[in-house]
């Protein structure tokens, strides 16, 4: 059964701490994509990579990072210069040529 | 870069009436604009999209609206149902940047 699959599906962190959210797809999308959601607004396009080796900053990308070494996985990090990190983050994937967003069901991240 | 926005923030309606939620972009090159429904908790999920090529584009009880000139699109549900109740998002992409700039939210509640 194809799909994403983000875990853990909560995360709990101490301020200063690094942290890193996995995301997986076996739809053979070549596109993925991370978005950042809080509550009463929309979502934000944190990185996001079109192919293997290659991604983009999105409109918020200050205090995260990622890596694209193989096409199934695309994983953000959360540094600790992300002042805000508490939120709920979305992985994507998509064939790179305009087609729909599928969705993972997301990790909530909690910092304190 | 490009902007989306989107109104209204919130709409409630009676079981069997129509709901419309409109969204403006603001670059012309977009030519992508698909429509998400996130339930609480939940991911998003497509209902409808349309491409700029054509101008309107109906699925069942859901029709999406595509005005290049002024620059805004809509999404229209007819015979509202409580099942309808989430909150819809509408986003836009270009060529140029395949990656999705979201609205952010209408929540919809509709009242049996």
């Known amino acids: 059964d194809g799909g994403i699959t983000q875990s853990p599906k909560y995360l709990f962190r101490k301020e200063g701490q690094n942290v890193t959210l996995s995301c997986e797809q076996n739809l053979n999308h070549d596109a993925m994509y991370w978005y950042r959601q809080d509550p009463g607004q929309g979502l934000r396009l944190i990185y996001y990579s079109q192919i293997v080796n290659d991604f983009q900053k999105g409109d918020i990308a200050e205090g995260y990072s990622v890596s694209r070494e193989k096409k199934e996985s695309f994983p953000l990090t959360v540094t600790s210069a992300q002042k805000n990190p508490t939120a709920f983050y979305l992985c994507?994937?998509?064939?790179?040529?305009?087609?729909?967003?599928?969705f993972g069901n997301g990790t909530r991240l909690t910092v304190t | 870069g490009e902007n989306v926005e989107q109104h209204p923030s919130t709409l409630s309606v009676q079981e069997g009436d129509s709901a419309v939620i409109k969204c403006t972009y603001s670059d012309s090159a977009s030519n992508y604009f698909p429509w998400y429904k996130q339930e609480l908790g939940k991911r998003p999920q497509l209902i409808i999209d349309?491409?700029?090529?054509?101008g309107e584009k109906k699925d069942q009880r859901i029709a999406v609206t595509l005005n290049k000139t002024a620059k805004h699109f809509s999404l229209h549900i007819t015979e509202t149902q409580p099942e309808d109740s989430a909150v819809y998002f509408c986003a836009a992409s270009s060529t140029g940047r395949r990656a999705l700039t979201f609205g952010s939210g209408t929540r919809l509640q509709v009242q049996p």
């Open positions: 994507a994937s998509s064939y790179p040529d305009g087609s729909p967003l599928h």
């Open positions: 349309i491409r700029s090529n054509v």
